[in-house]
């Protein structure tokens, strides 16, 4: 296992544009410990989602290299990626995009089994989940039953269920009031007083206030670092 | 949760949505099978009717149809001759003419003469056959049962029949015959009247003894291909139109039926390609307003692989259930229109347009299957080269 859950050197990313190409991500280098909470804050449109997106493996950057656990993962075939963010990674996005259809148990163990987890673990690692978010009693319900908050919780819990290194969060808090958002903040504490790393995209300070290392970014860089 | 399951749920997500699509389905489906029953059907009849009746070869003067062509002389002795070849078990010739009932109530009616055997060109379905009458003071004679209704007969009545056999004489004297049975013939129309004889009466009632045939009907001896006793019989009488059923079915293949089967074949390629656009369309738009949870899920570690096998499904769940309802649809559609065509008139009345057969079935589920898969390869397509970060980033910006 890698000191680092993630390494970045010279990371950037431009985006070929019809009026000329467009950098997002300017020359970003940095690392995340396994143990660290990172929220990553700046103006709109400064590069942060695009940073997230590189991180997870759902893009890859123009330039510039990372290393998840050590391991340069970008050329990587496709599957092989997808397996990567299935068992080790976990996203939690601000509009939650839970399945419809699907109960909240069920879109909590949806990625266990994909994982190939069997289903006593799946039953046990669920119930533990949605104990865990303090949505035991709403197992049975579907996204359009639950309010924003909880369907935040879901979410997590769902982005962890795999037990992932990294849990990456971009703007959790972005649709939900102020006194919810603080619920979603103090589970994410939790998760990361569980030995998870996170990197967290957030415009609220109150969130960024939480994590012990923050990164402010401008223009597709980054320009301050603080610790708390 | 397979991907079976999930494209259940997905698919009945908006039940209504998902119940339109299988309507949509089936009735296409519904038409698509009937159009495949129908490119057979007729033929598949024809060769049934042509079995049924238990003899597999027809002998004739000339290549057309009998009737309209000139009759065989030396019917008795043909008829032994071919009857001693080793592939040939039976043979009876028989010969159709005109003829009128007269009397109170008269009807015309096609009047066959032939030879009882145990194998009769009819099955009697009331009294006896011909050859159960000794002792009468009249020859025997078989009605069907449309003339039975029209003229009240009942087995033991007696009934004057004026033949119009014969070019020979204009006005030809009666006979009087008694009724032994009521008989069905296989190649009767619905509403055709019939009566048959034994070939000497017939002759007696043509005015004279001819001993000619329309056409032979000839059983191949249990085990013999029809078609080598079909050349034996060529060999023997060259002159002569031998034809097995198979090649007569072929015949009318190539004439009579040709017409239905490309009618068929047409309709059922554009129905093929109303099921593969209706799938393709609805799996395109739902894989469009899907995009975002898509790419969320492939950020969750779904591989390419895992969507396009959950949209495969959702594909094929659509089309086997709509295709599996289009079945009894199908069926009781081909049943109405099969009546609708049997009211033309001059077919015989077991023959049928639409026959259901596991090779249409086969068929059926083949290219339905094919329109499925091939309707999913789009909506796969984009689903699985969906960009994911663009996509999620699309979703909150738009
Ligand atoms: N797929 C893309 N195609 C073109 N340009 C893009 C794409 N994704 C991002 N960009 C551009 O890259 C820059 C950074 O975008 P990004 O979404 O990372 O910003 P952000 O910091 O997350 O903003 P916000 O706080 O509004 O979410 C922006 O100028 C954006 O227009
Ligand atoms: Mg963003």
């Given at each position: 296992m890698s000191a680092t859950v993630i390494e970045t050197t010279g990371l950037t990313k431009t985006f070929p544009m019809p009026a000329g190409p467009v950098t997002a991500l300017r020359d970003v280098s940095f690392s995340v410990a396994p143990d660290e909470y990172v929220a990553v804050t700046g103006?709109?449109?400064?590069?942060?989602?695009?940073?997230?997106?590189?991180?997870?493996?759902?893009?890859?950057?123009?330039?510039?290299?990372?290393?998840?656990?050590?391991?340069?993962?970008?050329?990587?075939?496709?599957?092989?990626?997808?397996?990567?963010?299935?068992?080790q990674i976990g996203f939690v996005f601000q509009r939650f995009y839970l399945l419809p259809m699907l109960t909240a148990w069920e879109n909590v163990e949806l990625p266990q089994g994909e994982a190939g987890a069997s289903k006593a673990e799946r039953r046990a690692r669920t119930a533990e989940l949605l104990d865990y978010v303090g949505l035991s009693q709403r197992a049975r319900h579907r996204p359009s039953q639950l309010s924003g908050g909880e369907m935040q919780r879901v979410a997590i819990a769902r982005a962890i269920a795999n037990r992932p290194r990294l849990l990456l969060a971009d703007?959790?808090?972005?649709e939900l009031d102020r006194s919810t958002g603080e619920q979603i903040a103090e589970l994410l504490d939790r998760v990361h007083a569980d030995g998870n790393a996170i990197v967290v995209v957030t415009h609220d300070p109150a969130i960024a206030a939480r994590a012990k290392r923050r990164l402010e970014m401008r223009d597709g860089e980054i320009v301050a670092e603080a610790s708390a | 949760m397979n991907s079976f399951y999930f494209a259940w749920r997905s698919l009945f997500r908006q039940p209504v949505r998902a119940a339109l699509a299988i309507a949509g389905v089936a009735a296409i489906g519904a038409l698509l099978f009937d159009m495949l029953l129908l490119s057979q059907g007729m033929l598949i009849s024809f060769r049934d009717l042509l079995d049924d009746v238990g003899f597999d070869i027809r002998i004739m003067a000339t290549a057309s149809t009998p009737i309209s062509g000139p009759r065989m002389a030396d019917a008795a002795a043909t008829a032994a001759a071919v009857e001693a070849l080793p592939e040939i078990d039976a043979v009876v010739p028989m010969r159709i003419g005109q003829a009128r009932i007269v009397g109170p109530d008269s009807v015309n009616l096609t009047l066959i003469g032939s030879v009882t055997s145990s194998r009769d060109a009819w099955t009697v379905v009331e009294g006896v056959d011909l050859d159960a009458i000794v002792g009468s003071d009249h020859p025997p004679l078989v009605i069907n049962r449309n003339v039975a209704e029209e003229l009240?007969?009942?087995?033991?009545?007696?009934?004057?029949?004026?033949?119009?056999?014969?070019?020979?004489?204009?006005?030809?004297?009666?006979?009087?015959?008694?009724?032994?049975?009521?008989?069905e013939f296989p190649f009767d129309p619905v509403d055709q009247m019939t009566a048959a004889v034994a070939m000497p009466d017939f002759d007696r009632a043509c005015g004279s003894v001819m001993d000619e045939a329309d056409v032979f009907l000839v059983a191949s001896r249990a085990g013999e291909y029809p078609e080598m006793a079909v050349k034996a019989i060529t060999r023997l009488r060259p002159d002569l139109h031998a034809y097995s059923n198979a090649q007569l079915v072929d015949r009318f293949q190539q004439v009579g039926f040709s017409y239905f089967r490309q009618i068929s074949t047409v309709l059922a390629t554009i129905t093929l390609f109303f099921a593969f656009l209706l799938?393709?369309?609805?799996?395109?738009?739902?894989?469009?307003?899907?995009?975002?949870?898509?790419?969320?899920?492939?950020?969750?570690?779904?591989?390419?692989r895992r969507i396009a096998t959950d949209l495969l499904w959702e594909s094929i769940l659509m089309v086997g259930t709509g295709g599996l309802l289009a079945l009894p649809l199908g069926l009781a559609l081909a049943t109405w229109l099969d009546r609708i065509l049997k009211a033309m008139p001059g077919l015989p009345g077991d023959l049928h347009f639409f026959v259901l057969h596991p090779a249409a079935v086969a068929t059926y589920v083949a290219l339905l299957s094919t329109a499925g898969v091939l309707a999913a390869a789009y909506p796969v397509f984009l689903a699985s080269r969906l960009p994911m970060a663009s996509t999620l980033r699309n979703e909150v910006v738009g």
């Open positions: 103006p709109s449109g400064c590069g942060k989602s695009t940073l997230l997106h590189l991180l997870g493996s759902v893009d890859t950057a123009t330039s510039g290299t990372l290393l998840f656990d050590g391991r340069d993962i970008s050329a990587l075939p496709d599957a092989e990626r997808s397996r990567i963010r299935l068992t703007e959790p808090t972005g | 009240a007969l009942v087995p033991g009545a007696t009934v004057t029949v004026r033949s119009e056999c014969s070019e020979r004489y204009s006005v030809l004297p009666t006979v009087d015959f008694v009724v032994s049975g009521i008989a799938i393709s369309a609805l799996l395109t738009v739902s894989v469009n307003q899907r995009f975002a949870e898509i790419a969320a899920l492939r950020a969750l570690g779904f591989s390419r």
